[in-house]
């Protein structure tokens, strides 16, 4: 299959980190947290997870792509000398 | 206690959206043939498929009804995971993947028609695509309830717009699409549910303040009581445990069910197919942790969100009534309920009383665990989780029931002989028309709720013989066609019989058994008749499969090739790094799950 899943795990996540984690930034001092959070800012702390975690996704996702290209290349090359 | 969802909450959900439908455009121009919408092509990476294997079965029934059984049962209910899903994942992957993806049969039901005949396969067919439909519809109907409860949401638009989602992005990019989108509603799952855990224990004092707070050590063992039904909370003995959860019902799920082998058939290779539930076994091991805990803490935590206070040790209840202000349709009352855990209300607003006990409406227990400890922001992360494991099951069923369809119905009886592009395009008209009906039944389970416990217990009873078929299938090539329909039709028929004859304490007689008029045995709890059911139809047809098998005549080895163990070469796993074999995998897996049950015990 030509798409890679990482690709779009790892937008969707990088982008729900930067909201979410801006969102927190921006409400640090919200009673909200102490509300419901026990005091801890999760959405700042979270959201730096899921970015995290979504940069990561999309490392990979660009490291198969170049793997995939590489390997496509060789190929190429393979069947090129074979004809040769 | 309501939740008003801020700019951000809606964001996060619209961004889920646009991706879930994003996938599916992307996807639309790589589905050219049949094979391409309802088998992937048999191209997908095991990791991919593993997950996916999880995430299907990952519907409301685990998320929301887990949860519930937490609050109700404790960890026991981790057995569903530990007995009742992990040791057949592991028996599907290293024993009965061979056959199915060997055979190069599409679905479950055309494996059945390669091993024994066509009316096996006709009867599994019919009644998996029927069920499939129905449980859908079930499910959809139970998120529109809870978006309606909890959010104020209209039941109706919730319906419609899942529907048109899961339509949209399955019509596109068929089970391709839906595997990728189960792999993303995988994580966002599991991503949306850390935090959930983690503030629960922290706000309780880990595990060893839930243990205290809970003040019921039969709750906090998922061992210790199984000795005798009346010592634990879910009245079952270990051997209904073991023998009804365990070994029947786990391996009818998990090695028959086509909505999960469907996922492991589109793999890549044989190898890829093998290692697909023993990959999906080791989140699914975890996962108590993410949705069985929040239930459980729920019922013993304060609603300190609305009375304004932080929470603490105050005593749940003397807190829950300063939120009530409630009515049908306004917010939801936790007057007389149970730590977060709302009582169950009738018509007019008013809890509902059982034998002088408050009735908990025990689903709300993981929403509203949500709702207490997540703050805008992350609120939205959370209805996402909730959304997106409705709708992976949703998909899920979509898929199987288009292949099986339009594979095993309608090329198998109706139009034998048409193009592949004809077929291709009956799998797009199967899944407009599956979800169509999905919807009708979920409005028929609004208005007519005895119709539907009708329903699955019908589908109950078809279920439960159905690993005995392919287990004498697979193992036993003596095993002949009208033996496994004969043990099939028999097996429903002793489920039948002895759901009618027995009956649940503090029961009466109607869907909860004793339908025909004599009760000659009375379960302590109503799993526990389930189990025994399952037991009787599982032993009942494992009987009449191979008492007329041995009176009708076997097919000739050469037709079994590939079908039966003996006759199969045993598949070999060249060109994998020791730690990526099966076999090991296998034995990590049930390492690990040895320790958990100590742990836990």
Redesign the interface.
């Known amino acids: 299959?030509?798409?890679d899943?990482r690709l779009?795990?790892g937008?969707?996540?990088s982008?729900?980190g930067v909201?979410?984690g801006a969102?927190?930034a921006a409400?640090w001092d919200?009673e909200?947290?102490?509300?419901?959070?026990?005091?801890?800012n999760?959405?700042l702390w979270?959201?730096l997870?899921?970015l995290i975690?979504g940069a990561g996704m999309l490392l990979l996702a660009r490291r198969g792509a170049v793997a995939a290209r590489a390997s496509d290349k060789t190929d190429k090359t393979l069947k090129n000398s074979i004809v040769k | 206690m309501r939740p008003h969802p801020h700019w951000i909450d809606y964001s996060v959900i619209g961004i889920y959206f646009t991706f879930v439908l994003g996938i599916g455009f992307v996807l639309k121009k790589y589905m050219k043939t049949s094979a391409d919408f309802f088998l992937s092509g048999r191209s997908i990476p095991a990791w991919i498929t593993g997950l996916a294997f999880l995430s299907a079965n990952l519907g409301a029934q685990e998320v929301i009804g887990m949860g519930a059984s937490g609050a109700k049962y404790g960890i026991m209910t981790s057995h569903f995971y530990w007995v009742g899903a992990i040791p057949a994942m592991i028996f599907v992957g290293l024993f009965m993947m061979p056959f199915y993806y060997g055979s190069r049969a599409r679905s479950v039901p055309e494996y059945l028609k390669l091993r024994f005949d066509e009316k096996t396969r006709g009867l599994n067919a019919i009644s998996f695509a029927v069920m499939t439909v129905f449980s859908s519809g079930v499910s959809m109907y139970a998120m529109g309830k809870l978006l309606q409860l909890l959010l104020g949401w209209n039941f109706n638009a919730a319906i419609i717009v899942s529907a048109l989602i899961v339509l949209a992005y399955t019509f596109l990019g068929g089970l391709t699409s839906a595997i990728y989108n189960e792999v993303l509603q995988f994580f966002l799952i599991v991503i949306g549910f850390i935090p959930l855990t983690f503030l629960g224990l922290k706000d309780v004092g880990g595990w060893e303040g839930l243990k205290a707070r809970i003040g019921n050590d039969a709750m906090v063992h998922s061992w210790k009581y199984l000795g005798s039904p009346s010592a634990n909370p879910m009245g079952v003995e270990w051997f209904s445990m073991l023998m009804g959860l365990g070994f029947v019902l786990s391996f009818g799920y998990w090695c028959t069910d086509f909505l999960v082998v469907q996922r492991a058939m589109a793999a890549d290779s044989m190898t890829s197919a093998r290692r697909t539930p023993l990959i999906a076994a080791f989140p699914k091991m975890l996962f108590p942790f993410l949705v069985i805990l929040p239930g459980m803490i729920a019922g013993v935590v304060s609603a300190a969100t609305m009375s304004g206070h932080t929470s603490g040790g105050v005593p749940a209840k003397a807190e829950s009534e300063v939120v009530s202000q409630s009515g049908p349709g306004g917010a939801i009352s936790l007057e007389g309920g149970k730590g977060i855990i709302p009582p169950k209300v009738d018509e007019s607003g008013k809890p509902l009383v059982k034998d002088g006990k408050v009735v908990l409406d025990y689903d709300l227990a993981t929403p509203m665990m949500l709702v207490r400890y997540f703050p805008s922001g992350l609120l939205g992360l959370g209805l996402c989780a909730l959304m997106a494991s409705f709708m992976s099951g949703m998909a899920g069923n979509t898929t199987a029931f288009n292949s099986v369809w339009t594979y095993d119905i309608y090329q198998g009886y109706i139009n034998k002989t048409a193009s592949d592009q004809h077929y291709l395009w009956m799998g797009r008209a199967a899944t407009v028309f599956g979800l169509a009906v999905s919807v009708a039944a979920a409005y028929v389970a609004r208005q007519f709720n005895n119709i539907m416990d009708v329903l699955q217990l019908v589908f109950a009873f078809v279920n439960a013989p159905l690993f005995a078929t392919f287990l004498l299938g697979m193992f036993w090539k003596r095993a002949t066609g009208h033996g496994a329909f004969c043990g099939l039709l028999g097996g429903t028929a002793a489920a039948a019989v002895h759901h009618g004859i027995t009956l649940p304490m503090g029961s009466v007689p109607g869907v909860k058994g004793g339908f025909l008029g004599v009760v000659v045995h009375q379960y302590p709890s109503e799993m526990a008749q389930n189990f025994w059911t399952a037991i009787f139809a599982w032993t009942t047809c494992f009987t009449i499969t191979i008492l007329v098998s041995l009176l009708t005549t076997p097919r000739p080895d050469g037709e079994l090739k590939g079908l039966v163990y003996a006759l199969t070469d045993r598949p070999k796993d060249v060109d994998l790094a020791w730690y990526q074999k099966p076999a090991v995998l296998a034995v990590v897996v049930l390492t690990v799950l040895v320790v958990l049950n100590w742990i836990f015990w």
């Open positions: 299959m030509g798409f899943i779009p795990i937008m969707m996540f982008v729900f909201l979410v969102y927190g409400t919200s909200m947290y102490a509300r419901h959070s026990l005091g801890i999760v959405n979270w959201g997870v899921m975690f």
